[in-house]
């Protein structure tokens, strides 16, 4: 076996054999298969696309390239999510939380932000003094303790994805189906939870910019947890528009934090509720979604999950009540508000835009390892289907540096399509696939 005739034959068009793809993975990570060849059968890949099988043992393969997280120290049903990207998405400190007060264990792995989609870690550390790296005993210790623990992702874990996606990211092989849905199981795989719910973006902010191909990517992702024997949900979810008013880090954890204590943006509510009632229905707390709903709801109510969240912030080192206020620690200097010069409905939102200008803002990094500024970023005071009026709001820009903040005003005019009738409402949720 060698890494050309592996590449020949996928160019060709044919179905790749486990050993095959074994072989190759494990070549990419001990060097014997070259970037180069990666990068061909990568676009091989991408032309000739790969069966359900082929796409599940690539997973596999990938997930055991390297270190795998052992939760089982970790009593009950270990329950995970994982979204593929979005602006403004701030799900998971209120779905851990909600999960986690209805006593399932949640220990989450997350990553930083790259590009116009913000990253839960970066969220996090708005927070002033909270930790995401511990240790692997402090992170196991804390979820038996408390059910949730929030930490960045280990270096060693998936290494054969980490060189594969650095090579897809310049050679046009992002957008692969069965590429991102391999990328993205393999870590979840890796990362040790029984159960896990995935919130697929779709729409002009996503990876996914249509229905059908993200229906096919869920499809492809549940079928890859059910061979790996783990079970998983699929929550398609709309990303035309960013999700909650805000966007940038510290105002995301403020806007998370509303909605724990009930005054949150009606959609993300309703998108935390699903996944939540998925994650507690994956773990065993409840015997139908129905019922896990009920459950969700209640905790939300009842201002458990927001006790959840300032537990879970004491415990990696921040202070439970600076969460009231995140946002007021440490302000951005400057805050301007962008006015409407026309009447009219907003039809659309330009929403990877916003996300862009946002990471211009200082939000985000172009680049692994760049600084970021924690309290940048925008809340919208409007957005698709709503009738503005001349001078009206439409969303104030918080900023640090002057000229960013006139590159993001100048950037902001470009964000809306208008019309003088409103557009079809979509719903939040768009579909749910699970096994
Ligand atoms: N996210 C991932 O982790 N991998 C992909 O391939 C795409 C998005």
């Not at 270096?155 to 189906?177: C, E, M, Q, W």
């Not at 035309?240 to 509510?269: F, S, Y």
């Not at 002057?402 to 003088?420: D, H, M």
Request: charged content about 25%.
């Amino acid at each position: 076996m060698n890494a050309e005739d592996i590449i020949r034959a996928k160019r060709d068009g044919r179905e790749l054999t486990r050993d095959e793809i074994n072989y190759f993975i494990q070549g990419l990570v001990n060097g014997r298969v070259a970037d180069y060849q990666a990068a061909a059968w990568a676009m091989a890949v991408y032309f000739q696309g790969m069966t359900p099988r082929e796409t599940s043992d690539l997973a596999i393969a990938m997930a055991y390239s390297g270190e795998v997280m052992d939760l089982s120290a970790i009593e009950g049903i270990k329950v995970d999510k994982h979204s593929t990207g979005g602006v403004g998405d701030k799900t998971t400190p209120v779905v851990v939380s909600l999960c986690a007060a209805a006593g399932v264990p949640v220990a989450k792995l997350s990553g930083r932000g790259l590009g116009f989609t913000g990253g839960t870690i970066d969220k996090f550390e708005s927070i002033p003094g909270f930790r995401t790296e511990l240790s692997r005993q402090e992170f196991i210790d804390q979820v038996n303790r408390i059910k949730a623990a929030v930490i960045s992702q280990t270096g060693n874990l998936v290494p054969a994805d980490k060189i594969l996606y650095a090579i897809r990211d310049v050679t046009a092989t992002v957008d692969s189906i069965p590429l991102i849905a391999s990328s993205v199981m393999s870590k979840k795989i890796a990362s040790g939870a029984d159960g896990i719910v995935l919130d697929i973006k779709v729409g002009q902010g996503a990876f996914m910019k249509d229905l059908d191909s993200a229906t096919e990517l869920a499809e492809s992702m549940v079928a890859i947890g059910r061979q790996a024997g783990r079970r998983v949900a699929a929550i398609l979810s709309d990303m035309n528009r960013p999700l909650g008013w805000a966007i940038g880090n510290a105002l995301e954890i403020q806007e998370a934090v509303d909605t724990l204590r009930g005054r949150g943006p009606d959609d993300l509510t309703e998108l935390c509720l699903v996944l939540a009632s998925y994650m507690v229905y994956l773990g065993g707390a409840a015997p139908s979604i129905e019922e896990a709903r009920a459950v969700a709801e209640e905790i939300l109510a009842g201002g458990k999950g927001y006790h959840k969240l300032c537990e879970m912030v004491a415990h990696q080192g921040g202070k439970a009540e600076d969460l009231e206020r995140i946002a007021e620690i440490k302000p951005a200097r400057l805050q301007v508000e962008i006015r409407a010069d026309r009447a009219g409905y907003i039809r659309g939102l330009r929403t990877d835009e916003i996300g862009r200008i946002v990471m211009r803002l200082g939000a985000g990094r172009e680049r692994t390892g760049e600084a970021i500024d924690h309290a940048v970023g925008v809340k919208l005071r409007c957005k698709t289907g709503d009738l503005v009026e001349v001078n009206d709001t439409l969303a104030v820009i918080y900023a640090n540096d002057p000229q960013r903040l006139e590159e993001a005003k100048k950037a902001w005019s470009e964000v809306y399509t208008w019309g003088e009738d409103p557009p079809q409402p979509t719903p939040i949720i768009l579909g749910t696939i699970a096994d």
